[in-house]
């Protein structure tokens, strides 16, 4: 589909399992899925065409997803925000304390995205992801505005 032409949103980044390595020839082995993201991301060619969603990467099945997907500067304006609604609502599939002992969310923010899960999940999960950083970087707000994105244009 992308050689064709169509835009494609990767489902979280591809950031849970494995997929074999086609390009390393009769050596292929499984790597991770957000390797091979990373990957195609990386091709000139798929600017305007490859996307990767941001929902699901605070899973804790998700440790250190945060940290690689915010260290890639170049994704800016290539990811798209997603709840993945109704999992931010499960509470053990998400961990505050953890991605705060990971260093992508600040102490401080923990206490008010508790408070903010039990009421209502939706926002938790977009206050939470507009508080993860990396070294001071965060997702630009364009990652967030995602409306023209979806538009359907004339």
């Known amino acids: ?13 591809a950031s849970l399992g494995t997929g074999t390595d086609l390009d390393a020839g009769p050596k292929a082995r499984a790597i991770p899925n957000l390797d091979l993201f990373a990957r195609l991301m990386a091709e000139r060619r798929y600017e305007g065409r490859l996307f990767g969603d941001i929902s ?13 997907i915010l260290a890639h500067r170049e994704w800016d304006g290539r990811l798209l925000n997603g709840s993945d609604y109704p999992l931010p609502g499960v509470v053990p599939l998400f961990s505050v304390d ?3 002992k990971e260093g992508v969310l600040p102490a401080a923010a923990a206490p008010v995205l508790r408070k903010l899960r039990q009421s209502n999940a939706l926002l938790f999960d ?11 970087r965060r997702f630009p707000d364009s990652t967030f505005e995602t409306r023209d994105f979806f538009e359907r244009k004339a």
């Open 98 to 100: 953890a991605l705060v």
């Open 56 to 68: 699901a990467i605070t899973q804790v099945n998700r440790k250190g997803t945060v940290s690689r």
């Open 126 to 136: 977009f206050v939470m992801k507009r508080s993860l950083s990396l070294d001071g």
């Open 1 to 13: 589909p992308l050689d064709a032409g169509v835009r494609v949103i990767a489902a979280h980044c």
